[in-house]
């Protein structure tokens, strides 16, 4: 499965942006997805997952309560949300996903396929 991220942008503190992340290849209603960023000179890091049968996310700490998951299997595309946006959140953001993922599981190489990721930056 390819998959690629996008709506990344410009938005200032305090603002919204939702990001997509498109399947091509194969369906993606039987993967798991996972979103994850990495700020310049930082590891990546998990930042929320979704089963390919829905069911409630698990989100990173940093990010609980502010982003929201979730997924239109017949687009597709799997949606991320970021609400309350704080400088701290600017990174590129990637979508990954993966069968068989275990809620909780939350490192980089757990995850299958990658996307390219999409550039947030939050002004202060």
């Known amino acids: 499965v390819q998959l690629q991220a996008f709506g990344g942008g410009l938005v200032q503190s305090g603002g919204s942006l939702r990001l997509s992340c498109a399947a091509s290849?194969?369906?993606?209603?039987?993967?798991?997805v996972g979103w994850f960023r990495q700020a310049p000179g930082k590891e990546r890091e998990f930042v929320g997952g979704?089963?390919?049968?829905?069911?409630?996310?698990d989100y990173a700490d940093s990010v609980k309560g502010r982003f929201i998951i979730s997924r239109e299997n017949a687009k597709m595309t799997v949606y991320l949300q970021m609400n309350s946006l704080k400088p701290e959140d600017s990174a590129v953001y990637y979508c990954?996903?993966?069968?068989?993922?275990?809620?909780?599981?939350?490192?980089?190489?757990?995850?299958?396929?990658w996307g390219q990721g999409t550039q947030v930056t939050v002004s202060s």
């Open positions: 990954a996903a993966v069968v068989g993922w275990k809620k909780g599981a939350r490192k980089r190489d757990e995850f299958d396929y």
């Open positions: 290849g194969r369906t993606i209603s039987t993967y798991d």
């Open positions: 979704i089963s390919w049968v829905g069911g409630s996310p």
